[in-house]
């Protein structure tokens, strides 16, 4: 005791550990609220359920009825609020392929369903039925994509790495009348893609 | 009911009781001051950045009792505002044009101080708080026009989100926590941090940026005002078409101070390094500004280096900016020709500029020395150059009185406007209003120092009353009022002269309420 003045300390002083160990004992303390920062995100999710392929006339696609070359916007998964309904991360264009890129047969092998949400900068794009273009075009900046897989093929999202030039779909089920259901998807890049972030093509 | 002419009746009595308890607050550590004559407002553009952000924090309180920050009805709820609520669409007109005021003003106000050095002397701080200041201004902006949720909102909201998305590693989990998971979310949220969370994060970084001597002109302020309220009556804001997400949206570009960003976005290169990194790297060269510059004096004309920086800098903002705007309007070349920037033409444009930049600035100073020596030849011989516009007591009052006829015709004018529904006519009438307020203010001010520097009453003998120690010297009013601290008279011992003087009145402290100093230096505590 009588020396505890006179000894030089290896650097850290008692008084410093002491303050150090404060000072760990304040972090930990707080520690149990590093998991409130989930209360950041939003837990809503919606649920995956094989739903009817609903056009925004109301009625259920059919694929006697529903015209090659054509598409509409469909809504999945749909909530039944309107507000949120709009989400644009909800929004596909249905897509039945012009006859020549093989959209003649009655069944799901004509039918494509892209999420709107380009994979540049996530603005909508939309698909152009005319002569010279049968495409998807994003107003944006210009993304091109091809509808039979949902490549880009030109513009800024074509240039982007895989799985982020390749947009994110559903699949489909048929019945027996010829209606048109979506198959529960899963979110993967090697599945049924991320919304906005992309798919890797299989 | 007799009045009393004594001042400190009860209510008066009771303010001078408030502005001495002001002793106690943090307002007396700072030099507000009210200049008596025409300053450039160059010097105070900070200030008025912040009378803009009060105009907007009223404008946009107003705004909140109406908008609905729901997807289906953010637009619907602005459409009610605009045609609907009585004075809604001067109330969002005000609110849009003072917002763009705010984001001209604060750039202003950065490039004054960049190019007269005025970071340097341990103003460091000032400048790097200013950086970030600006940097959350153009994002308060941004979240602004974001949650109108037109078309144009919802494709800047996606590029935001996007862009967000795209930081390496961190990037999803930040959009997820910030802007939460889809567009619902992204409107709630943008509008939670347009109304709180950044201005919030303004007024904590303006209790740093304040320093500690602030200028307030009225005739300025009220022109500023005047001018936002006059663009809103001619240029009044479009709603723009409700996004609906079953039709996607036309070509449409970001506000001015954004497109050029956008022009870098438009090379195709990848969303990361252009829309981020870029932008990045801009802000960080201006933080870092004060400690590069190591020149020791403060003139663009000292600093070569550092002015050819800046104007290589503004040359780039500006080509980009009309870059970014610029889409061809022939509808019949592909979108994505019409919208992509050629990357090595726009990448070569921007390095050529450095070396124009600085040619430029090389070319400016060598001018703006020679014009400073000729200057000074010309300062021994040939007469003064500076024009001035003298008017006389008569004319200042007709004057005066004209403005205020005029600003009679005005009110009316607007409000007659406003009655038969011509808004944007009644918004114009208010704004020439306030300028003309502007005006009018200017003119009294320059009458009360002309008063000051007429020539005094003629002398009339007064029996000698004081004591002569009393009877101090008379002091001549200093022509330049800011200057008139400074050369405080030093109590010197003087010796009386021996011959005593023919008394004036002023000397008497007759006319003592003919003192016209109010207003003219800071203020004064009773």
């Known amino acids: 005791m009588s020396e505890q003045g006179t000894k030089k300390s290896g650097g850290l002083s008692r008084r410093d550990f002491l303050k150090l160990m404060g000072a760990a004992g304040t972090g930990l303390a707080f520690a149990p609220f590093v998991p409130f920062g989930n209360f950041m995100p939003n837990p809503s999710q919606a649920n995956l359920e094989k739903a009817k392929v609903i056009l925004p006339d109301g009625s259920q696609a059919n694929v006697k009825t529903f015209e090659s070359n054509h598409a509409e916007v469909i809504t999945y998964p749909s909530t039944g609020d309107p507000a949120l309904d709009t989400e644009a991360f909800r929004k596909w264009q249905f897509i039945r392929l012009p006859e020549e890129l093989g959209g003649v047969k009655n069944d799901v092998s004509s039918f494509r369903a892209y999420s709107m949400v380009c994979l540049h900068l996530w603005c909508l794009w939309k698909y152009w039925p005319e002569n010279g273009r049968k495409r998807g075009e994003c107003p944006c900046h210009g993304s091109m994509y091809d509808p039979t897989t949902g490549t880009a093929f030109a513009g800024p999202a074509s240039l982007q790495a895989a799985p982020s030039n390749t947009l994110a779909q559903l699949n489909f089920e048929l019945d027996t009348d010829g209606f048109l259901w979506i198959k529960p998807p899963t979110w993967g890049v090697n599945a049924n893609g991320v919304i906005g972030y992309g798919r890797f093509v299989t | ?526």
Do not use: C
């Open chain 2, 1 to 526: 009911m007799d009045a009393s002419l004594h001042r400190r009746t009860g209510a008066v009595a009771f303010f001078y009781w408030l502005w001495d308890g002001l002793d106690r607050t943090i307002f007396t550590g700072i030099k507000f001051s009210f200049p008596a004559r025409f300053v450039s407002p160059f010097g105070f553009l900070g200030m008025l950045t912040f009378v803009v952000f009060i105009i907007l924090g009223i404008s946009g309180a107003l705004l909140m009792f109406y908008y609905q920050p729901m997807l289906d009805r953010a637009w619907n709820s602005v459409q009610f505002i605009n045609n609907e609520v009585p004075f809604g669409f001067h109330i969002r007109n005000i609110h849009y044009h003072a917002s763009n005021a705010m984001v001209l003003l604060a750039i202003l106000h950065m490039y004054y101080q960049y190019f007269s050095g005025r970071y340097k002397i341990r103003n460091e701080i000032l400048w790097a708080t200013g950086v970030i200041l600006g940097t959350v201004t153009i994002l308060e902006a941004f979240t602004g026009y974001d949650i109108i949720f037109s078309e144009r909102a919802e494709l800047a909201i996606s590029i935001a989100a996007s862009l967000t998305t795209s930081i390496p590693v961190a990037g999803p989990t930040i959009r997820d926590a910030m802007f939460g998971s889809g567009f619902s979310d992204f409107v709630l949220r943008f509008y939670a941090q347009h109304v709180f969370v950044l201005p919030l994060v303004m007024l904590g970084l303006m209790a740093v940026h304040f320093p500690r001597f602030l200028v307030f002109d009225v005739p300025m302020v009220m022109a500023i005002g005047g001018a936002i309220l006059l663009s809103g009556g001619v240029f009044p804001v479009d709603l723009g078409f409700k996004f609906v997400p079953t039709q996607p949206p036309g070509v449409t570009v970001p506000e001015w101070y954004l497109t050029g960003l956008y022009a870098f976005l438009r090379t195709q290169y990848d969303k990361f390094v252009t829309g981020v990194l870029w932008p990045g790297l801009f802000i960080a060269s201006f933080l870092l500004i004060p400690f590069i510059d190591r020149y020791k004096k403060f003139s663009w004309k000292d600093r070569p280096i550092i002015t050819a920086f800046g104007i290589t800098g503004i040359a780039q903002i500006m080509v980009t900016t009309y870059w970014g705007f610029y889409i061809p309007s022939d509808v019949n070349i592909p979108l994505v020709q019409r919208l992509v920037v050629d990357p090595i033409f726009l990448y070569v444009v921007m390095i050529l500029l450095v070396p124009l930049g600085f040619g430029f600035s090389y070319m400016m100073i060598k001018l703006a020395k020679e014009s400073e020596r000729k200057a000074k030849l010309a300062k021994d011989k040939g007469p003064k150059k500076v024009a001035t516009i003298n008017l006389s007591q008569k004319w200042i009052n007709w004057l005066i009185v004209g403005l205020l006829a005029f600003q009679v015709f005005l009110n009316i004018a607007a409000y007659n406007a406003a009655l038969t529904g011509m808004k944007n006519i009644s918004l114009f009438f208010i704004g020439i209003i306030l300028i003309v307020f502007a005006g009018f203010f200017h003119l009294y001010r320059y009458g009360l120092n002309q008063a000051k520097n007429a020539p005094p009453p003629p002398p009339v003998h007064i029996p000698e009353e004081k004591p002569k120690e009393l009877a101090e010297p008379q002091i001549v009013p200093s022509k330049n009022p800011e200057s008139h601290s400074l050369n405080d008279p030093k109590k010197e011992p003087k010796i009386e002269p021996q011959i005593s003087t023919p008394k004036i009145q002023a000397d008497a402290g007759i006319n003592a309420a003919r003192n016209f100093d109010f207003g003219s230096s800071d203020l004064k505590k009773p």
